[in-house]
């Protein structure tokens, strides 16, 4: 019997040829790569060549000489593939080349394609890319398909590490388009918009231009693709007038085929630079913010109205669709900004299942997702005697800002409670035993403190110490460099805050210089604001967090810097599916629990706010594992436990913010139109106490002056006189000050609806049953609106049904949590929470110990 082609084939030899490149730091040789062969091992090989000379040199590539059909291919190829690509071939087996370029010329061997540039790079998008461009390609099609001149949006909700912008460039590609806008808020993200579309070989050809390139967009080739990345403070740049600035008038004149919101949160960028930085001098705030938020932009946040146009209002462009990218779109999910079909979700939760899915159905090859980290929160309740030091609030929580609190600068600095500070350091290495945890004689386990535990201490080998301010940042090297915190020294204590640890990016070199390959010497970094956005140093493995942060959007900007990759692939240069990971969990350790689990509550019902809250939660924490230590033992908390120790350490004054929102009504120019065009709803929204006293026609004098202030300023622009400017600005105080009448009128009348929940007694039904059904009569008598009225206007989205849920979410567990102190309850057997318009299972929750 004839035998097959692959029986007649001999193996593979186990002695595969590499091809190898290497440099060595001396100035004979600066620019210069080697490039060579090798049947044996590579660093042997290497060593053998440079050994004699006293010569260390840095390995650049290594990796089998095969092409994508099995066969080989030589060092002399590629040496001969970069000659003819231009560059020189200085001596021997040198060229004067980058190693982009030495990899682009071996891409080209592989695949048998000529490139431009340095695209070498061929990996495939993973399984959910390529999902989101195909779910986002098949929306625009059927949009444009049932209006060819329709312009669709959709958000991506996507983490950090999806891979937005290769990921972008690709549904680009799917597209056909030839002309892609990309803007931002965080011109610092430029470096991976540029190196994702010149390093791979899908994008070969593509022409990529900036603000930095300094050539004008209107003169590159028509015949490539172009891809402009702009930010949003030089393109929304407008003059005294209120106009665009002449620059940037280009802009308007190409017919983009997309346009790329990049970091798409209006507004959250300011504040959360502003929290993020504030605890650097004046002059390091303006630094640091204007790379995230320019001052010019805030007229574009001054109300509701301004973010709820139509992009083409604020941006002077045309465009076939728009892309919007962001990994904390808290806003634009609860505000119901773009409804299901609209949206594709990558959470961390998602990219966590997909790594344990992928690792279960196929095993031995290599997971794309092995070397994304899984994050685990430790909480500490700190003892009492460190308690009475800082605490504030109704719940007595611990005020990080207040107990690190220093003065001083530089050498001088100290911190105010210095004592207490050190007592600190001891408990968190484990060398100090408060008296209300000194149990250990009675058998108890000593708690896995950070710095004292063997199962932690590898993952603080280089930790970041998240300070409130410069002076608590040099105050705490101070006090790691004294002779009684020895355990300390043998980090590199990096302190990278104030004006010498440089603006944005440039304070990032120096660090990744003293870290170096993470496996010689640890390192503590510490930051009041510096580098906790947009940055990757791999070696990272858990951040303290020692300062007070309001927003989650903050908190996990700040937390997720831990959770990027650390590995190498095929480490041993024998088997590609292998991968060396030296991080395959991360840490975040936090000394103000309450706040913390508030965080972690709000971040997980902010990326899905039409869920069950409590669902949200328990996807989260099921890959993100929460253990509390409670000043006597540590234990793991569930769902419940989270959102019941958030909500009990919510004060009755943060609740009642819940339901003084603005997030709880809607006033756009929109919403107005849909309630004068109603007569029935115009009429309810007159029945609203206090309401009728601002005007019978005061919805449409804000429509009409808004409309009338922007259209003047586009019209006229520099040409108003100064009379026409006086009056203008006059009429824009009036309508934004009316308009925020309306928004305040609609907000006190949802603050009566907790008032009505304390009355009715139907806990299992949802407030909107109970309002419709069982209780219209009651409902109408506490807030003067009867249940038609109330219905309409929800109907017309006068009232926002997401955030609601959240509202009478918090105050149900809350008002429970609350009683149960005081040994009642609410309603006993109660087995559900009924929100607003949806229903929520009441699981049994396992108290902590005291």
């Not at 400017?725 to 105080?733: G, V």
């Not at 949590?817 to 309850?825: F, I, M, Q, W």
């Amino acid at each position: 019997m004839p035998k097959s082609i692959e029986e007649l084939l001999p193996p593979k030899p186990d002695a595969r040829l590499r091809v190898y490149a290497y440099s060595i730091d001396s100035p004979a040789h600066l620019g210069l790569i080697k490039v060579g062969q090798t049947t044996r091992d590579v660093k042997k090989r290497i060593e053998e060549q440079t050994k004699t000379a006293g010569i260390t040199p840095k390995i650049l590539l290594d990796i089998p000489a095969e092409r994508e059909d099995g066969t080989a291919f030589t060092d002399h190829q590629v040496r001969a593939r970069l000659v003819a690509k231009g560059f020189e071939n200085y001596q021997l087996e040198w060229m004067r080349c980058s190693i982009d370029d030495v990899k682009t010329a071996i891409t080209e061997l592989r695949t048998g394609k000529k490139l431009s540039g340095t695209h070498h790079e061929t990996f495939k998008p993973r399984a959910e890319q390529a999902q989101a461009v195909k779910r986002t390609r098949d929306y625009f099609h059927s949009v444009w398909q049932e209006d060819m001149h329709a312009v669709p949006r959709f958000l991506w909700n996507a983490k950090m590490r999806f891979g937005k912008t290769f990921t972008a460039y690709q549904l680009a590609k799917s597209l056909g388009a030839t002309r892609v806008l990309v803007v931002t808020f965080k011109p610092a993200v430029e470096d991976a918009w540029q190196t994702d579309l010149e390093s791979h070989s899908d994008f070969d050809g593509w022409q990529y231009m900036s603000k930095q390139s300094g050539v004008d967009p209107l003169a590159v080739a028509k015949d490539k693709p172009l891809v402009y990345f702009g930010s949003f403070q030089d393109l929304l740049g407008r003059d005294k007038a209120g106009n665009i600035k002449a620059k940037n008038q280009w802009v308007h004149e190409i017919n983009w085929d997309l346009v790329i919101f990049d970091e798409y949160h209006f507004g959250a960028w300011r504040e959360t630079a502003k929290e993020l930085f504030e605890g650097e001098d004046n002059s390091q705030i303006t630094a640091e913010t204007r790379l995230a938020y320019n001052p010019e932009l805030d007229a574009y946040n001054e109300d509701l109205d301004e973010l709820n146009e139509p992009e083409a209002e604020f941006l002077p462009i045309t465009t076939r669709a728009y892309l919007y990218l962001s990994g904390t779109p808290f806003k634009a999910l609860a505000t119901g900004e773009f409804i299901e079909e609209q949206i594709f979700n990558w959470t961390y939760t998602d990219e966590q299942r997909a790594k344990e899915a992928f690792g279960k159905s196929n095993p031995g090859k290599l997971n794309p997702y092995a070397a994304l980290p899984q994050m685990r929160l430790m909480t500490y309740q700190m003892p009492d005697e460190l308690l009475a030091i800082a605490n504030i609030g109704e719940f007595d929580e611990f005020d990080l800002n207040a107990f690190f609190a220093a003065n001083g600068s530089g050498a001088s600095a100290e911190f105010k409670h210095k004592n207490d500070v050190q007592k600190w350091l001891d408990i968190v290495r484990g060398a100090y035993t408060p008296t209300q945890v000194d149990n250990l004689k009675q058998g108890s386990h000593r708690p896995p403190f950070p710095y004292s535990d063997v199962r932690l201490l590898p993952y603080l080998e280089h930790s970041f110490w998240f300070l409130p301010n410069v002076a608590a940042c040099h105050a705490m090297a101070n006090l790691l460099a004294e002779t009684q915190n020895s355990y300390f020294h043998k980090y590199k204590v990096l302190t990278v805050a104030g004006t010498s640890a440089g603006v944005g990016l440039d304070a990032l070199p120096p660090v990744r210089q003293a870290i170096g390959s993470g496996h010689e010497a640890g390192s503590i970094t510490l930051s009041c604001g510096k580098l906790t956005t947009g940055v990757t140093v791999p070696q990272w493995s858990s951040i303290l967090m020692l300062r007070n942060l309001k927003s989650p959007e903050t908190y996990f900007q700040a937390a997720f810097r831990v959770q990027s990759p650390w590995s190498q692939k095929n480490p041993n240069g024998d088997n590609p599916n292998q991968e060396e990971i030296y991080k395959p969990v991360c840490f975040v350790f936090d000394f103000a629990p309450t706040r913390a689990l508030r965080q972690l509550s709000e971040y997980g019902v902010g990326l899905s706010p039409s869920d069950n809250p409590e669902k949200a939660v328990e996807e989260l924490v099921s890959f993100l594992p929460v253990l509390a230590y409670n000043g006597a033992r540590m234990v793991q908390i569930d769902a419940g436990g989270i959102l019941d120790m958030a909500m009990t350490g919510t004060s009755a004054t943060l609740l009642a913010r819940k339901w003084e929102s603005a997030l709880l009504v809607n006033v756009d120019n929109d919403t107005l139109r849909r309630i004068l065009n109603n007569e029935d709803a115009l009429k309810a929204v007159m029945n609203i106490e206090g309401f009728r006293a601002l005007g019978d026609n005061v919805l449409e004098t804000v429509i009409n002056k808004s409309e009338k202030v922007k259209e003047t300023k586009k019209s006229k622009g520099e040409n108003l006189s100064p009379k026409e400017k006086s009056e203008l600005t006059a009429e824009e105080k009036e309508y934004k000050s009316k308009r925020k009448q309306i928004q305040e009128k609609l907000i006190k009348f949802a603050t009566r609806i907790p008032a009505f929940m304390y009355l009715t007694d139907f806990r299992e039904n949802t407030l909107q049953d109970v309002i419709t059904k069982l209780e219209p009569d009651l409902f109408k008598t506490v807030t003067g609106l009867s249940v038609e009225d109330f219905h309409l206007l929800v109907s017309l989205k006068v009232f926002n049904t997401e955030h609601m849920n959240q509202a009478v979410f918090a105050f149900r567990r809350y008002e429970d949590a609350s009683l149960s102190y005081a040994g009642l309850d609410s309603h006993e057997g109660l087995t559900r929470y009924g929100l607003y318009d949806t229903v929520v299972a009441r699981d049994t929750i396992e108290a902590m110990p005291a």
